[in-house]
């Protein structure tokens, strides 16, 4: 890969109260990823980690409505939420732990609800869900 690619949320105008909250710029945020970094912007929240903590990714579908929209952290897997719908986002699994960015523990992965779920995989590479 050359240069850098963007992937952009599929916004679901429904869930706009629970994302609106976290300041999300639609048209600024979203998971930018080059041939060293991946970045993953929510607002006033930004996840940033070198390419070679990426294990891999996989699509994730059918969210709850009502905790599919904004940033959250799970407390199952200490995973991160970027939300903007409930239909299907991209978990990105990390090799190691990312810095918290939201909540007070470190992030295994991050799910993305980006429009281009396809092409954010096949970048990044195919992964097993993990439980």
């Known amino acids: ?56 990714a996989h699509v994730t579908r059918d969210y709850r409505w ?19 719908n409930a239909q299907a986002g991209v978990c990105v699994h990390f090799v190691e732990p990312v810095p918290h960015v939201f909540g007070w523990r470190d992030h295994s992965a991050l799910t993305v609800t980006v429009a281009d779920l396809d092409g954010l995989v096949a970048l990044l590479g195919e992964a097993e869900p993990r439980s």
Do not use: Q
């Open 1 to 56: 890969m050359s240069g850098e690619r963007f992937f952009a949320y599929e916004l679901d105008t429904k869930l706009k109260p629970f994302w609106l909250p976290f300041g999300l710029k639609p048209d600024r945020d979203g998971v930018r990823v080059t041939d060293e970094t991946f970045t993953a912007t929510f607002g006033r929240y930004r996840l940033e980690t070198p390419r070679t903590n990426i294990d891999g």
């Open 66 to 84: 009502w905790t599919a929209g904004g940033v959250r952290g799970s407390m199952k897997d200490r995973g991160l939420t970027f939300g903007t």
